[in-house]
Structure formats: structure tokens, C-alpha cells
């Protein structure tokens, strides 16, 4: 079975082309490929099917030639993950499994369609706009804070940490508490602080993020979507640019009127063949 490495400012996956869906990939395989210390180690990971040989696909795949089956480390599914979206168009693209029609490059999901451009060394992906829907809390090693839930397709909750508060400290080896009431699929959770002026954008956020599925990572895309849409607001802004900085790097995020631009690095950086023996889910 051929597997490809790769990852979008650090978020990182385990991508294996599956164009006839006729690969067994249960809970347990996402797993044991997580592991990084027994398998190849990632977030998550990324299959490659043709929409049209998915359950779950097969409804876009007059809008769509590939579906995104993404799969967290611990093996359960997500909607959507914004960056995987953008590894999975690097990939597409560097096998060349697909052109853009006109500049984009359709792709579904199980959050819908959504459209990638290539970014001059980037790529960008437009998913929905982050839909704000109230308030909850998360507590983490004594410390409780009030955030925002906010919809990407995938659930989050934006928390800012207090003033003077550093977020390197923050102990994110523990999944925070969150009232399971208000979020009954779970929540990936973003911690944030203000980040120094950055030219070209509306706001600079410092970001951490405990994700549903996949504990800390050095990165999350839709978080990074759903932290910017908080931005925008508490700035008073409906619609506009804001820089989100994670562990992994830099992502850009334009919230418009109806979507939301997702844009930063997307990087291949190994192809091979696994033993599926040796991984013992
Ligand atoms: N890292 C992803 C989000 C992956 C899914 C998430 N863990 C969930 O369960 O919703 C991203 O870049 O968006």
C-alpha cells in the first residue's frame, strides 16, 4: 500500500490514494498509521477516493472528480479539516490527479464542496463562512475561560486567555473540559491572545488548539477560520483579513461575505509503501 507524508504548517497526515474506495480502512489502521512511535505518525489522515466510489461523496461528484475521506489520529471522523484540504490539494495536483477548472480546483467533503487555488506558493481552500453560535466555556488545569462557538463545517470553541497570560503556558497534554451538553460530538478547542500589527490585515492572532480526536497539534485550519471570525467581530468587522499564528507557521484567513478563505503553506514531503502487517491496530 503506498502512503504519501505531508503537512500544512505543521498539521500533518498520512495520505493514502484509494481512487476506487476499495481500501479496509477501519479505526483501528488510522490509528496504528498515527502512532508515532509504532506507525508513520500524523494528525490525521487523508484518503484519496473518487467522490463518485464514496457513500459519502458520491451525491458532489458531478462538482467534484475527489472526495476527502479524513480520518483523526484516534480514528474517528471529522467534517472538515482545512488544512488536510490543502495538503490534499498539493497532492492532487504534484500526481497530477487533477487540473483546476479555470483557477479552482473543486473538491468534496463531508462539510460539502469546497474550492482550492493555488496561492503562488501556497494553497487556499474556500470553505463556509464560520457561523458564531454563543457561548461556553472550557476549563483547563484550574483555569476556566468564556469562549465562542463557532461552525467551520467541524465544531470549535474560541477562548482568549486573559491579559498578560503567555500562551506557551498553557499544559495542553490534557483535553480541556467542555460542557458536553453544548457540544455533544465534542469540540476542538483554540486559545488565543493578540498578536502585534501585521500589514496587509484587519488583526494578528496568537492561536494553541486542542483538537477533537487528535490532542494538541501544531496547527488547525478551520480553527484558524473560526478564530478570525471572532477576531472580526470583536473588532467590529463583518468581513476582512486577519493573520493567525500557530505553532506550525503563519495562516491567512479572509472571511467574506458568504465563505471563507483559508490560505498557507501545503508541503509533500515523502512517498513509500507501508507493511500493513506490522501495523497492529
Ligand atoms: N486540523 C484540522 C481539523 C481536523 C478535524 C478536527 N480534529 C475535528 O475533529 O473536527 C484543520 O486543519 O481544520
Known sequence: MEFTKGHGTGNDFVILPDPDGSLDLTPGLVAALCDRRRGLGGDGVLRVVRAAKHPEGVALAGEAEWFMDYWNSDGSFAEMCGN?????????????????????LPVATRA???????????????????????????????????GAAVDVGNP?????????????????????????????SGVNVEFTAPGEPVDGTDGHVLMRVYERGSAETLSCGTG????????????????????????????????????????????LVATGELTPAALRP
Open 224 to 267: 484558524a477560520c473560526a478564530v478570525a471570525a471572532v477576531g472580526l467581530r470583536d473588532a467590529g468587522l463583518d468581513t476582512g483579513t486577519m493573520a493567525v499564528d500557530v505553532p506550525g507557521g503563519r495562516l491567512t484567513v479572509t472571511v467574506t461575505d458568504d465563505s471563507c478563505w483559508l490560505s498557507g503553506p501545503a508541503v
Open 112 to 146: 460539502g464542496l469546497v474550492r482550492a487555488r493555488v496561492a503562488g506558493e501556497d494553497i487556499a481552500v474556500e470553505m463556509r463562512r464560520p457561523r458564531l453560535s454563543g457561548t461556553a466555556t472550557a476549563t483547563l488545569g484550574g483555569l476556566t475561560l468564556a
Open 84 to 104: 488536510g484540504a490543502r495538503v490534499f490539494v498539493r497532492y492532487l495536483l504534484e500526481r497530477g490527479l487533477a487540473t483546476p477548472v479555470g483557477e479552482a
Open 156 to 184: 470549535h470553541l474560541v477562548c482568549a486567555v486573559p491579559a498578560g497570560f503567555e500562551l506557551p503556558a498553557l499544559d495542553l497534554t490534557r483535553a480541556p473540559d467542555v460542557d458536553a451538553a453544548v457540544f455533544p
